[in-house]
């Protein structure tokens, strides 16, 4: 960290704004105070102006006069002059003052006014009122602002140095501040140059303050943990589809060379192709549903989002895949009627084909005699879609790598199928942000599809599934 750059921290300038916008609102306050003390102190002083002038202007000329020189006396400081002139302006009785010349003919009368006299070699501020007597003397009442004046001088002086005072704290504190914003950008800027040097398991530094940059990491970290994963995906595509398509490729390139070196009849040749075609079929199902997954995951349909009935939803996959249960000798029940509409914002022909997925699975693995269940699951602030068989089930180490693609949970992998299945499941779930949770029916697999806020229109929605399992699901069937 380098003092250069201390003052281009967002955070340093965030401080020294407040810091003037304080000193602003400091001195504006200030001035306020400072103008109603002012306009307080005079006002005191021009009241007892009044009241001495009340009290000495109409006195008799004797009994003035010794009140006057009693007043001289008891008040040697001068700080309250009390002086009778004559019509002419010459002193007659009272505090001796050195008046300039013409000043009390310029001076207005009865009213408190402000005036400088010189003391000690200095000009002193005072406020008096000038009253003309009946007999043409001049009255003059006043007092020193001396007092008031250095009260001022005080409260200024401790305005500035609190000012001095609160601005090399304010400085300091920005200075702190912005050297640990300094230190913690540092420290994302070294993470984030070790993800663009290929760690993608590398993530920003977070400090538990719940503050914005620790709410902009959990953001960005949640974004790399999405990157890593689809990273992780587009490496292991290209080794699964090397793997799961060179199988169909090999049969249809052994297939038709063994039919170029035969002389078959024509049967021979049709059945070839025949079976060159079903391979050939296998193998375009297989990128159609890549591609499939793909347009899931880019997001693009959730502009076709509308209100779901997730009722009519099993209903149809219900109706659709009947026959086959019957033909496997597996019962396939709905548990979806008779309750109001479960509505929520999605694309209708993606859920179907979700569930879908999910009850072909089903019936595959399930043995004859046993039983697939669809149902909805509702509870407080989420909905549903849960599909539970009675086979043999999916091993608990295994249940979140079912999810990728081509991932077969049977070694042997004579069950018909691409590994794709779970794999668009889980891409139309985070689609719909609904949570896609994989646990053990006791027997069999149950697998289910919730989001707890069914307001949304595609916010993640993260939960573990023993947690969906005690809020929204029953314990049995």
């Not at 005072?126 to 043409?136: E, Q, V, Y």
Request: net charge neutral; glycine share 10%; with cysteine.
């Amino acid at each position: 960290m380098r003092l250069v750059d201390l003052p281009r921290t967002t955070s340093f300038q965030l401080a020294l704004r407040f810091l003037l916008l304080f000193g602003a609102a400091s001195l504006i306050l200030f001035g306020f105070l400072y103008w109603q003390t002012a306009v307080y102190v005079r006002g005191r002083v021009d009241d007892w102006l009044t009241r001495e002038q009340s009290v000495f202007g109409p006195m008799e000329r004797d009994n003035l006069l010794r009140r006057l020189t009693a007043h001289v006396v008891a008040d040697p400081t001068l700080e309250r002059p009390f002086t009778l002139f004559d019509g002419s302006g010459q002193r007659v009785a009272g505090t001796t003052l050195d008046l300039p010349v013409g000043m009390l003919a310029a001076m207005p009368q009865d009213v408190a006014m402000a005036f400088d006299l010189a003391r000690g070699g200095q000009d002193i501020k005072f406020r008096g009122i000038l009253h003309r007597r009946p007999a043409g003397e001049l009255l003059l009442i006043a007092r020193s602002m001396e007092g008031q004046r250095k009260f001022a001088a005080v409260l200024i002086d401790a305005f500035v140095w609190g000012a001095l005072f609160t601005t090399l704290l304010g400085l300091i504190g920005a200075a702190i501040v912005g050297a640990d914003s300094v230190r913690r950008i540092d420290a994302v800027t070294r993470a984030i140059r070790r993800i663009v040097g290929g760690d993608l398991s590398e993530r920003l530094p977070t400090h538990d303050r719940a503050d914005d940059l620790d709410r902009l990491a959990v953001v960005i970290n949640d974004m790399l943990g999405e990157l890593e994963r689809l990273m992780r995906e587009v490496k292991g595509v290209c080794d699964n589809i090397a793997h799961d398509l060179r199988t169909p490729l090999t049969r249809l390139l052994a297939g038709l060379e063994r039919s170029r070196r035969r002389n078959g009849s024509t049967e021979d040749y049709a059945a070839a192709i025949d079976e060159a075609v079903q391979e050939t079929r296998g193998v375009l199902n297989s990128f159609a549903a890549l591609l499939r997954i793909a347009e899931v995951e880019s997001g693009a349909r959730r502009t076709g989002f509308l209100d779901t009935d997730l009722r009519e939803v099993l209903a149809d996959v219900a109706e659709l895949y009947e026959p086959a249960a019957e033909q496997a000798g597996v019962r396939l029940r709905l548990i979806a009627d008779g309750g109001a509409p479960l509505v929520m914002r999605g694309d209708p022909s993606l859920l179907f084909e979700a569930v879908g997925n999910l009850v072909d699975n089903a019936l595959k693995f399930t043995p004859r005699g046993g039983c697939v269940t669809l149902r909805v699951v509702s509870g407080t602030g989420g909905i549903g879609i849960e599909v539970v068989d009675t086979g043999p089930g999916i091993p608990r180490d295994e249940q979140d790598a079912v999810l990728r693609r081509f991932y077969r949970a049977e070694a042997s992998r004579q069950t018909p199928g691409s590994g794709l299945g779970l794999a668009l499941v889980a891409a139309v779930a985070r689609l719909h942000g609904m949570d896609l949770a994989i646990s053990d029916a006791r027997p069999g697999c149950r697998v289910t599809l919730v989001r707890l806020d069914a307001s949304d229109d595609g916010a993640a929605v993260v939960t573990q599934a023993v947690a969906l399992e005690r809020r929204l699901l029953p314990t049995s069937l």
